[in-house]
C-alpha cells in the first residue's frame, strides 16, 4: 500500500469527515475516498475517471506534462531502443527485466505456444469475409476460454501464467489469420525459427506460393510498433479488462472485453481513423478547411492522431514512432507519397496553430503508427488488431497485478439519478 502522509478534510451537510491521503513513489498524491459514503452519505462525481485512481499498481508510469512513460521504472524511449518486445513483455509481466536464461526460457514458452487450436479455424471461416479483423479478434478471442479450459481458473496461479504465455504467443496468429481470411488467402502457420515480430509478419505476408523473407528493418519496426503499444496504465481498454476481471470473469473473456473497447476511435481505432482522414484530405491545399472544422465547436470533426487525455506537453511514443517511420519510409522509398505529404503538413501546421499550442494538442503515436504500417502494406482495417495484440501483455499484466491485489473488489461505481422520481403505473388506455 501506499503510504499514508496526511489526512484531508471534508466538511459537508455539516459533517466533517477526515480521508487519508496516500503518497504513490511518484506522481501526485490520492485521497482514499472508500469509506465517503458509509461516513458522510455522499458519492463523488467523476465522468470519465479524470480525478479518480481505481487501484494501485506497479507496472507502468506516465507523467503527461513531462511526457514521460516508464515500464516497471524504465522509459520507453530507452526500451525501444535498447530492448525488444518480449524482453519489455518478460519485464511487463514480471516485475524486471530477465537474464539471458530467463529470457531464453521465456522465449521458448511463448514460441511453444503460437500454434491454435486447429478447430478454431472453423470459428474464423464463420464470419463473413468483409468482417472487421476487429470483430473477428473480440470473438476468436472470447472464443478461447472454450478451447483452453486448463488455463480459465483464475484461483490458481499457474492457470493464470499459462493463460497469460498462450495470449501473447497466439495474439499474432489471431491477427494475422483474421486477415488473411478477410483477402480471401489461406491461414499461414507460425514458425518457430522466427523471433516474435518477423512471424507476424511472415503469417501476414507470406503465401504458399512462393517463399516470403522478413526485411530485418520492418521486423525493427514492427517490434517498435508492439513495444510502444504495450502498456499504458490505466486507458479504456485497461480498465476495461480490469472491470472485467473484477466479476472473477476468465482471462480470456477479460482480453476480449478489453479488445472491444480499444476499437473505438478515440482509443485503438484512432490509427485507423487518422489514416482515413489523412486520405479524406487527400492534398495539402485541402488542410485549411480541416483545420477549421476541427476548431469549429459545432461540428463534431476531430483531428485524428492529435491529443491525449493524459499527455498534456508531447506524446513521448510519438517521438519515437517518428524516427521510425523516416526510417520505413526510407527505405521503401515511398518519402514522396501523396498521403506522407498530406500528414507532414498537417503537423506542421498543428504545432503552430494557436487552437492546438493553447490546448495542448500534440501528435501522438497513432499519427505516426498508421503511416508505417500502410508503407509496410497493412490495410487500415489491421492498424487496431496491430495495437490489440500489442497491448495484450499490458492488459494481462494489469489483470494478473488485480486478480493478486488483497484490495481488490468488484468494479461497481455509483451514479447521481436525475431521472424520474418513483411513479405509478398507468395502464396503457390511459397514457
Ligand atoms: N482535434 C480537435 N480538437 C480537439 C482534439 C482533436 N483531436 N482533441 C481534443 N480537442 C479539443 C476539444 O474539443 C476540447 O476543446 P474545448 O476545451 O474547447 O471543449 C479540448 O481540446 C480538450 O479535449 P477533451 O475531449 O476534453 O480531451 P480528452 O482528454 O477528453 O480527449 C482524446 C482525449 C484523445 C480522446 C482526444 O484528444 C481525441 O479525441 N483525439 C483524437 C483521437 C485520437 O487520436 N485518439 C488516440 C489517443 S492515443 C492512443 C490511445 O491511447 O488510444
Not at 114 to 120: D, G, K, P, V
Not at 126 to 132: T, Y
Not at 377 to 382: A, D, E, K, Q, Y
Given at each position: 500500500m501506499a503510504e499514508t502522509t496526511a489526512k484531508a478534510t471534508l466538511s459537508i451537510h455539516g459533517k466533517t469527515v477526515e480521508l487519508p491521503v496516500y503518497s504513490p513513489k511518484v506522481g501526485p498524491d490520492g485521497v482514499d475516498i472508500r469509506k465517503l459514503y458509509a461516513e458522510a452519505g455522499v458519492f463523488t462525481y467523476d465522468p470519465g475517471f479524470t480525478?479518480?485512481?481505481s487501484c494501485e499498481s506497479t507496472i507502468t508510469y506516465i507523467d503527461g506534462d513531462a511526457g514521460v512513460l516508464l515500464y516497471r521504472g524504465y522509459s520507453i524511449d530507452e526500451l525501444a531502443e535498447k530492448s525488444h518486445f518480449l524482453e519489455v513483455c518478460y519485464l511487463l509481466l514480471y516485475g524486471e527485466l530477465p537474464n539471458a536464461e530467463q529470457l531464453e526460457d521465456f522465449e521458448l514458452r511463448v514460441t511453444r505456444h503460437?500454434?491454435?487450436?486447429?478447430?478454431?479455424q472453423g470459428f474464423f471461416r464463420?464470419?463473413?469475409?468483409?468482417?472487421?479483423p476487429m470483430a473477428v479478434m473480440v470473438g476468436v478471442v472470447g472464443a478461447m476460454s472454450a478451447f483452453y479450459h486448463?488455463?480459465?481458473?483464475?484461483?490458481d496461479p499457474w492457470q493464470r501464467e499459462v493463460a497469460a504465455i498462450r495470449m501473447i504467443a497466439k495474439m499474432p496468429t489471431i491477427a494475422a489469420w483474421a486477415y488473411k481470411y478477410s483477402i480471401g488467402q489461406p491461414f499461414v502457420y507460425p514458425r518457430n525459427d522466427l523471433d516474435y515480430p518477423s512471424n507476424f509478419l511472415r503469417m501476414c505476408f507470406a503465401v504458399p506460393a512462393e517463399d516470403y523473407e522478413v526485411n530485418p528493418i520492418l521486423a525493427r519496426a514492427m517490434d517498435r510498433i508492439m513495444t510502444l503499444h504495450a502498456d499504458h496504465e490505466q486507458n479504456a481498454s485497461t480498465s476495461t479488462v480490469r472491470l472485467a476481471g473484477s466479476?472473477?470473469?476468465n482471462p480470456f473473456a477479460c482480453i476480449s472485453a478489453g479488445i472491444a473497447c480499444l476499437w473505438g476511435p478515440a482509443h485503438g481505432g484512432a490509427n485507423q481513423a487518422c489514416l482515413e482522414m489523412l486520405r479524406e484530405i487527400?492534398?495539402?491545399?485541402?488542410i485549411p478547411e480541416f483545420i477549421k472544422r476541427a476548431k469549429d465547436?459545432?461540428?463534431?470533426?476531430r483531428l485524428m492522431g492529435f491529443g491525449h487525455r493524459v499527455y498534456k506537453n508531447f506524446d513521448p511514443r510519438a517521438k519515437v514512432m517518428k524516427e521510425s517511420a523516416d526510417e520505413v519510409l526510407g527505405l521503401l522509398g515511398v518519402e514522396d507519397n501523396e498521403t506522407l505529404q498530406v500528414a507532414k503538413e498537417l503537423e506542421r501546421i498543428a504545432l503552430e496553430d494557436e487552437y492546438f499550442v493553447s490546448k495542448k494538442l500534440y501528435p501522438n503515436v497513432d499519427f505516426y503508427s498508421g503511416i508505417i504500417l500502410e508503407a509496410m502494406?497493412?490495410?487500415?482495417?489491421?492498424f487496431t488488431p496491430i495495437f490489440a495484440l500489442s497491448r495484450t501483455v499490458g492488459w494481462i499484466s494489469q489483470w494478473k497485478e488485480m486478480i493478486a491485489?488483497?484490495?481488490?473488489?468488484?468494479g461497481r461505481p455509483r451514479q447521481l439519478y436525475i431521472g424520474a422520481p418513483q411513479r405509478p403505473y398507468v395502464e396503457v388506455e390511459h397514457r
Open positions: 480525478s479518480t485512481a503460437t500454434m491454435l487450436h486447429e478447430q478454431m464463420g464470419f463473413r469475409r468483409d468482417a472487421h486448463d488455463s480459465t481458473d483464475i484461483s466479476s472473477g470473469a487527400g492534398t495539402v491545399d485541402r465547436k459545432d461540428d463534431p470533426f502494406g497493412f490495410p487500415t482495417s489491421m491485489d488483497p484490495n481488490q473488489k468488484i
